[in-house]
C-alpha cells in the first residue's frame, strides 16, 4: 500500500518540488495551500495531486482538514510541514500582529498538524513527520525576529516530538534549507541577495528540488533509524 503524505503549502515553491518528490517515491499526495486558488488549480491539473485549501495557522482547520483527508484519501502516515511565511522587520519597527502571525503560521501551524496527524500514526506504529526549518533559525538573522524565534522554535519542536515517537515507528525530523530560488527569496531586493550569494560556499542559491530530494529520504523506509534530526542543506553557509 502507497503511504499517504500530506505537504502544507505544498502547491508552490519548495512545497511543490517536496510533493512531486513524495509522489516519485510512490506515495500518495495529498497538497494543502492557504490562498492562491490559481496556483493550486494549475499545480493539481498538472501533477494529478489533489490540493486542500485551509489555514494550518487555524488550530480547528487542520483538525477538520486532516480528517477530511483520512476520509477521502486515508489515514496519513506522512506529515511535511513546509508552509511558511516572512513578515520582516527590525525590531524597533516590527508590530505585534507581525510578530504574531509568523510564530501562529510557522511554528503554530507545526503543533496544528501534528496534532491531527500523530497520535493515528503512534497507534499504526509507523509515520514520518518532516518540519522545514531555515538557516535563520540556525544562525539569526537581521530583521527576523520572529521568523528566527519560529523556525528556532521547529528545531526544538522536533528533537521533543522525536522522542515522543521513537518507541511507537515514529520519525520526526526537521530540515534547515539555506537560500532556495523561489518567490520567498526573490521578494528580498537584489543588492541584498547578491551579498547573501556572496557568503555561500557553493556560490549559487539552492533549487527546490534539492531539499525535497532530502525530505524525500527522511520519509523513505529507509530512515527509520533517524530521529530528531537537522539536516542543513545550505550550500555550505552555516556549518551547524
Ligand atoms: P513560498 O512563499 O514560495 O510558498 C509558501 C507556501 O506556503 C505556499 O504554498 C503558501 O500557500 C503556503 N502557505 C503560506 N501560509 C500558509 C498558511 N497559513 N496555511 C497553509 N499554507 C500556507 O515559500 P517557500 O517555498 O520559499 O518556503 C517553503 C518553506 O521553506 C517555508 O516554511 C519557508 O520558511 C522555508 N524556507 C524557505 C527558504 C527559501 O530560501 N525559500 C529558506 C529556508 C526556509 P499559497 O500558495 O496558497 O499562498
Not at 516519485?24 to 493539481?44: I, L, M, R
Not at 482538514?65 to 525590531?91: F, H, K, M, S
Request: net charge neutral; glycine share 14%; hydrophobic share 40%.
Amino acid at each position: 500500500m502507497a503511504r499517504i503524505a500530506i505537504v502544507t503549502g505544498g502547491t508552490r515553491g519548495i512545497g511543490e518540488a517536496i510533493s512531486l518528490a513524495l509522489k516519485a517515491q510512490g506515495c500518495t499526495v495529498v497538497a494543502n495551500y492557504a490562498g492562491n486558488e490559481e496556483k493550486a488549480k494549475a499545480f493539481t491539473a498538472e501533477t494529478g495531486i489533489r490540493a486542500y485549501r485551509w489555514d494550518v495557522g487555524d488550530h480547528q482547520a487542520c483538525i477538520a482538514g486532516c480528517a477530511q483527508v483520512a476520509e477521502e484519501v486515508g489515514p496519513i502516515d506522512i506529515v511535511v510541514n513546509n508552509a511558511g511565511i516572512t513578515r520582516d522587520g527590525v525590531l524597533h519597527r516590527m508590530s505585534f500582529e507581525d510578530w504574531n502571525e509568523v510564530m501562529r503560521i510557522n511554528l503554530g501551524g507545526c503543533f496544528n498538524m501534528v496534532k491531527a496527524t500523530f497520535p493515528a500514526m503512534r497507534e499504526r506504529g509507523w509515520g514520518r513527520v518532516v518540519n522545514i526549518g531555515s538557516i535563520n533559525g540556525q544562525a539569526g538573522q537581521y530583521g527576523q525576529v520572529n521568523y528566527a524565534a519560529a523556525k528556532s522554535g521547529i528545531h526544538g519542536f522536533t528533537k521533543a516530538l522525536a522522542q515522543e515517537g521513537a518507541k511507537y515507528g515514529v520519525t520526526v525530523n526537521a530540515i534547515a534549507p539555506g537560500y532556495i530560488d523561489t518567490d520567498m527569496v526573490a521578494a528580498v531586493p537584489q543588492p541584498v541577495l547578491d551579498k547573501i550569494i556572496a557568503k555561500i560556499p557553493v556560490g549559487r542559491l539552492g533549487h527546490a528540488d534539492e531539499i525535497a530530494r532530502g525530505v524525500a529520504f527522511l520519509c523513505s523506509e529507509n530512515a527509520g533509524f533517524v530521529t530528531g534530526s537537522t539536516l542543513s542543506m545550505n550550500g555550505g553557509q552555516h556549518m551547524y
